[in-house]
């Protein structure tokens, strides 16, 4: 697809890929993919295949948490607390949209309005390629779990 005819949020995801020099594009499709469920029927790829984004609140902080999960596997969040040394909350749509500046369903990996503290499921390494949200509810790109450690500089964890 032409970038030319990207959404702004999907562009701007984009922009993110080529600042970081790999040759990532990013695809917007006529279906939803802002489950992993749906995602996966429309790619066309095994749900545990999806790098979910998952958004969390440090509780005390009030910083936001990226975890990148494998789409079938639950974040555990006594143990994210743990790691992250606080609790830690899901926040509603307005908070992960002023801090991502994606709405929920298409959060991406990249292109944040802020640094974001990163997590990356350790699950997803077991695949030699990986989708991710685009910036919209219908927009992906493919990548590997490398090229996801690449972008975010996230940790890699066990997150179920």
Sequence with gaps: MDNK???PSAQKVQNALQKHGLP???VELPQTTRTSKEAAQAI???VEQIAKTVVFKGSHSGQPILVIASGTNRVNEAS???RVGETVE????GYVLERTGFVIGGVAPVG???PLRTYIDEDLFQ???IWAAAGNPNAVFRLTP???TTLTGGEIIQVK
Aim: proline content about 4%; glycine content about 4%.
């Design 127 to 129: 695949y030699q390629e």
């Design 80 to 82: 994210l607390a743990v």
């Design 5 to 7: 005819q990207l959404t």
């Design 112 to 114: 944040h309005r802020e």
């Design 146 to 148: 490398a090229d996801l």
């Design 24 to 26: 990532l594009q990013v």
């Design 90 to 93: 899901k926040p509603d749509a």
């Design 44 to 46: 066309g790829c095994q």
